[in-house]
């Protein structure tokens, strides 16, 4: 089975920026597409943003495109997500996730970590 960890989350004020790490492990015997998504308190989970297996193919949510960066290091078999000018709607739990396919339905994802806290205060 493979297991997905998420770091790198906090709290930041507003216009700030933050790094995260998804770590793989387990029985990973190959390099999915993978992908970040997020929560806020009482909504529903949203797509973020999406990588290619390779690293090549990139997606993102409207909402975040131009303010983050996904990026993988397939050696290290992690994944990372760069966000910058932060603002209080980003405020979510944060869950990478292994894809089937290079997608951004979370259906297609069925690997997820267990989510890393980001606070935006404003």
């Known amino acids: 089975q493979v297991q997905l960890a998420e770091s790198g989350g906090g709290l930041v004020q507003a216009g700030g920026s933050l790094r995260l790490s998804c770590a793989a492990s387990?029985?990973?015997?190959?390099?999915?597409?993978m992908g970040w998504f997020r929560q806020a308190p009482g909504k529903e989970r949203d797509f973020v943003a999406a990588i290619g297996a390779s690293g090549g193919l990139r997606m993102y949510a409207d909402s975040v495109k131009g303010r983050f960066t996904i990026s993988r290091d397939n050696a290290q078999k992690t994944m990372y997500l760069q966000m910058n000018s932060l603002n209080s709607e980003d405020t979510a739990v944060y869950y990478c996730?292994?894809?089937?396919?290079?997608?951004?339905?979370?259906?297609?994802?069925?690997?997820w970590g267990q989510g890393t806290q980001v606070t935006v205060s404003s």
């Open positions: 387990g029985r990973t015997f190959t390099t999915p597409p």
């Open positions: 996730a292994a894809a089937r396919i290079f997608s951004r339905v979370d259906v297609d994802y069925p690997y």
